[in-house]
């Protein structure tokens, strides 16, 4: 399984980005795939899951109503919809397939990241 993460940038404080997850390689439909982020000094978090049949999301508490994950299958791509963004959302966001949970020991395949950077 490859993944490949895409869309990040740098938005001023209140704007918005939406991040692609491009999946390849042998993904089975049940797995899921997860957002986690790592800022500056900082551990890896969890940000956002989605279920395999894209019927379940799970969010951290801080991002629930900001952030929208969402998955199309006919792409094999699973998006990241960020919205009203702050200075503490700057991070590199990286997408991750595994198991549907919050934690990243769950996930067995990582992406790249994409780099994100919100100024004030």
């Known amino acids: 399984v490859q993944l490949q993460a895409s869309g990040g940038g740098t938005v001023q404080a209140g704007g918005s980005l939406r991040l692609a997850c491009a999946l390849s390689?042998?993904?089975?439909?049940?797995?899921?795939t997860g957002w986690f982020r790592q800022a500056p000094g900082k551990g890896r978090e969890f940000v956002a899951t989605i279920s395999g049949p894209g019927s379940g999301a799970w969010y951290r508490d801080s991002m629930r109503g900001r952030f929208r994950i969402s998955r199309d299958k006919a792409k094999n791509t699973v998006y990241l919809q960020m919205e009203n963004l702050k200075p503490e959302d700057t991070a590199v966001y990286y997408c991750a397939q595994g198991r549907y949970s919050d934690s990243a020991s769950s996930y067995s395949y990582w992406g790249e990241g994409t780099l994100v950077t919100v100024s004030s």
């Open positions: 390689g042998s993904i089975s439909s049940w797995d899921a």
